[in-house]
């Protein structure tokens, strides 16, 4: 990839036009997440661990099903780069059906937990706050899969402000409900952290009754997805689900090679695990703006594909790259150089502290891989490349990291056993590959434009 000089500046602009409302979109998720814990926390600890614990359960799922039909973004953005946006209907009704089902299949999943949590040996009490908050929140899960495939739509017609809005509204709407539920205030009953899942619940019925009224403006109007009604058709849902598939895939084993290696550090003890949740928050809050940087390169590289200007799109896949570098290398020098003072944001447990501080180092390291794949994995999603760097991903998370920090917390000889330490340096080991087998990948597709051609045809 290559991008001249004069070109990088107005792809940086575009790429920022549409990105920076989907970092916003992104914190206003975060904070509702932040709303949920801290208020059932204010409760009763036993009521924050049962949130926490089913959200455990909750997000993983939720983000492997809505994976599915993240295809919708380069579908039609590709379409929109190629002036047939009145065609995008036709997917975005099949994309509805996906959501649908796969909204009944997350409530099937999440309703019916108890087994892991009997089998992870659970407290009664926290696995009854869990269970309680799962099964509420999945009253909401239709409308909150039919609203993420409407916002992916809108994203992919080069609108990702609306979607910003509706995030921003519904978070005082939470953080209203939750007081009525948790507390049992204004004659509703008193739930504690079970109150969460529904006022999650309904927050999702609010969320998708703003879409509507987004789907109505003229920019939306235009792809016809009102003018007709579709029954499934298996052929245009296989063709989603050959991009999504690998899309939700992706995220699943991310998020779920996380929670794993958070149960391995449960064993080492409670100040490491205390410290790797910190570690963990931290590189999550930085890793908001790459990733929705990678959603909009996303956008702009399947526009242009669209288009079939394949140079724009090698163009734009350059400037984002070239962002989340420099973002990835300003952030970690600011991790390192910050560390004690942001982990005592969180804690003033001395113990904690020197852990957390000497795993920001780790952090900022892991930053600098961790942006830059997620950012060139979303580039290759607006090509619609997402089968292999599925596979990338599946072999560096779980068959590479995961294994050697089992092994580097345990000890190899002639190392000593390094704990916490040794899966956040096996993490940033695995994902270094990952990165590196994806930024050939990328290069290797963004040059080849009869394989650009024989993704976009599906």
Excluded at 233 to 257: D, H, N, Q, W, Y
Excluded at 355 to 375: G, K
Excluded at 420 to 447: N, P
Aim: proline share 4%; net charge positive.
């Amino acid at each position: 990839m290559s991008a001249s000089t004069s070109y990088v500046r107005p792809e940086a602009r575009a790429l920022l036009k549409l990105g920076l409302p989907m970092v916003a979109t992104q914190l206003f998720i975060m904070a509702m997440g932040f709303l949920d814990t801290a208020m059932a926390g204010h409760y009763s600890s036993t009521d924050l661990a049962g949130v926490a614990l089913g959200g455990n359960v909750l997000w993983p799922v939720f983000m492997l099903m809505t994976g599915l039909t993240m295809a919708v973004t380069p579908i039609v953005a590709q379409l929109r780069g190629a002036n047939n946006v009145a065609d995008a209907g036709a997917p975005l009704r099949q994309g509805l059906w996906i959501a649908l089902a796969t909204s009944l299949l997350t409530a099937a999943i999440v309703s019916n937990a108890e087994g892991l949590f009997r089998v992870a040996g659970v407290d009664d009490e926290v696995a009854r706050v869990a269970m309680g908050y799962l099964r509420s929140a999945a009253w909401g899960l239709p409308p909150a899969m039919v609203y993420v495939c409407l916002r992916f739509g809108s994203e992919g017609l080069g609108h990702t402000r609306p979607p910003m809005v509706v995030a921003a509204l519904v978070l005082p709407i939470n953080a209203a409900a939750n007081y009525v539920f948790i507390f049992g205030k204004f004659g509703a009953p008193e739930l504690g952290g079970v109150g969460c899942g529904w006022a999650t619940a309904m927050v999702w019925w609010v969320e998708l009754m703003m879409m509507l009224w987004v789907i109505r403006r003229p920019y939306y109007r235009a792809t016809g997805l009102l003018t007709r009604f579709d029954w499934p058709r298996l052929r245009e849902i296989g063709s989603i689900l050959k991009v999504g598939v690998p899309i939700g895939i992706t995220m699943f084993v991310e998020m779920a090679v996380y929670s794993v290696i958070g149960f391995l550090i449960a064993r080492i003890g409670v100040t490491e695990l205390a410290a790797h949740s910190i570690a963990g928050n931290l590189n999550w809050l930085t890793y908001v703006i790459p990733m929705s940087l990678g959603s909009a390169a996303s956008i702009r590289v399947g526009f242009y594909v669209g288009a079939r200007n394949t140079e724009a799109a090698r163009q734009a896949a350059a400037t984002a790259f070239i962002i989340s570098l420099g973002y990835a290398l300003l952030v970690s020098a600011l991790l390192v150089l910050l560390r004690l003072h942001l982990v005592g944001i969180y804690t003033n447990d001395a113990a904690v502290i020197a852990v957390a501080a000497n795993l920001m180092i780790f952090i900022a390291a892991y930053q600098i891989v961790d942006d830059t794949q997620a950012t060139m994995v979303g580039v290759l999603r607006g090509y619609k490349d997402t089968r292999v760097p599925m596979l990338y991903s599946l072999v560096g998370y779980w068959l590479i990291a995961l294994p050697l920090g089992v092994v580097l917390a345990s000890g190899l000889r002639p190392l000593p056993p390094l704990g916490v330490y040794g899966y956040w340096g096996a993490m940033t080991f695995g994902l270094l590959l990952v990165a590196l087998m994806v930024g050939v990948r990328l290069w290797r597709t963004s040059h080849d434009d009869s394989r650009i051609a024989r993704l976009a045809a599906g």
